[in-house]
């Protein structure tokens, strides 16, 4: 049997398991960067600028930590992620039902394999704003919804690739009877600890509740939800905690909400928030910023696609990234990933540095791939940047697999990006 190094693997298993949302994949990164020594700022109040130490930041399910060294510095290293993924969120009225059901109005967050989705036992969790303007976190880590499959008897066209309509049949049942208006929500707060009148506002999504875990014969895959892409924001925390010779560079992390939705938002990629801090931590000095962002780079890190056993043919033919083959750098002639010359040699000396194998991935010329948050914040701040990622199989599934060593090779990279 094949022997792997599991810790941390197995921490990032801990990791998924404790942030079921954006909001608490704040919290544990939040946590876990304390424990290290940093110490959480807020926007509204002052900074300590450049007093050496670790420190972070939080808006809206999107995370901002550095490490300042109190050496003089040049420029910034950024690890780049998000912290979201699909899901179903809770509309704001989210009491329905029919037919002597009780169901929860739902909407698809980001892209949902819908078919993923049925008949599993899922949760909820997510953000409560009270009326004073405080935020509380809940999770209900138990078997709490289910969007239930028609029966076959009554389905026959079922494996001929019927679509789901998403208004009318993705929506989860809880209980018998009839709906009565605000009965969802006064469990939720309940659940929280909270008056449910004190409560004015939710960010509540669907958690699917199979527990991370490894695979195969030797125990060399590891599968969980959300892998797209808290492997990302765990590997950032890691590497940016244990970053100690950086240089003459100071390491960031970044990681934003909302990437699986095009990260329009005010906490968002799109949003002046990087720029926001990293223009704080430099004393609003201008010049200085500039000549620091043009000696800068940033690594966006993303999952991406493994090459599928059952469908070769989705896959670009001469570029066949594996699972457990390393993280990939991302390469578009289109720049759908934020990826050249330059960019590669930054990649691979990182890598390099980092004594890890890697892969090239690149999308067939006939299906067209996603995007990431690479080519919007480096656009945003023109800022050199590469991507890269972890191969998976069964992308935005309500579980995913990877390669069982692969994430901490990730940690590697980012760790070779901050001290390269």
Excluded at 65 to 80: C, K, L, Q, S
Excluded at 195 to 221: C, N, Q, S, W
Excluded at 345 to 372: D, H, K
Aim: hydrophobic share 40%; net charge negative; proline share 6%.
């Amino acid at each position: 049997m094949a022997r792997f190094d599991r810790s941390h693997t197995d921490d990032l298993a801990a990791f998924i398991k404790a942030s079921p949302t954006p909001y608490h994949a704040c919290a544990e990164a939040g946590r876990r960067l304390e424990a290290a020594g940093f110490r959480r700022l807020a926007e509204t109040g002052e900074w300590p600028l450049e007093e050496p130490g670790g420190y972070y930041t939080v808006r809206d399910g999107s995370i901002i930590a550095w490490r300042v060294t109190g050496a003089d510095f040049d420029g910034f290293r950024i690890f780049g992620a998000h912290t979201d993924t699909p899901a179903f969120k809770v509309k704001p009225k989210p009491d329905t039902g029919a037919a002597g059901w009780k169901q929860v109005a739902v909407e698809v967050y980001g892209g949902v394999p819908h078919q993923t989705w049925l008949d599993r036992d899922l949760g909820v969790a997510g953000r409560l704003v009270l009326r004073d303007g405080s935020e509380v976190l809940v999770d209900v880590d138990r078997a709490l919804l289910r969007i239930p499959r028609l029966a076959i008897h009554l389905d026959r066209g079922v494996n001929e690739g019927r679509a789901l309509d998403p208004q009318g049949q993705l929506t989860p049942i809880w209980g018998l009877g009839q709906p009565r208006e605000g009965e969802f929500l006064e469990f939720i707060a309940g659940e929280a600890g909270v008056d449910p009148d004190d409560v004015i506002g939710h960010d509540l999504f669907t958690v699917a509740l199979d527990a991370p875990g490894y695979l195969g014969k030797d125990r060399e895959l590891f599968a969980a939800w959300r892998l797209d892409n808290l492997t990302s924001v765990h590997a950032g925390v890691a590497a940016l905690i244990a970053a100690e010779d950086t240089g003459s560079h100071l390491p960031v992390l970044a990681a934003f909400n909302y990437e699986e939705i095009g990260s329009m938002t005010y906490s968002g990629a799109q949003s002046p928030f990087l720029e926001s801090v990293l223009r704080r931590v430099l004393a609003g000095d201008y010049e200085r910023y500039a000549q620091a962002i043009a000696s800068s780079a940033m690594m966006s890190s993303d999952t991406g696609n493994s090459i599928h056993p059952n469908y070769p043919e989705k896959h670009e033919p001469g570029h066949r990234p594996v699972a457990g083959g390393g993280p990939m750098i991302k390469v578009s002639a289109n720049q759908r990933y934020a990826s050249g010359a330059e960019e590669e040699a930054l990649f691979r000396r990182a890598a390099e540095r980092a004594g890890i194998p890697w892969q090239y991935y690149v999308n067939r010329n006939s299906i067209p791939g996603g995007t990431t948050i690479g080519p919007i914040s480096g656009t945003q701040l023109g800022i050199l940047t590469v991507d890269v990622g972890l191969p998976i199989l069964s992308m935005h599934s309500a579980r995913e697999l990877c390669g069982a060593d692969d994430p901490a090779r990730l940690a590697d990279l980012a760790l070779g990006l901050f001290e390269h």
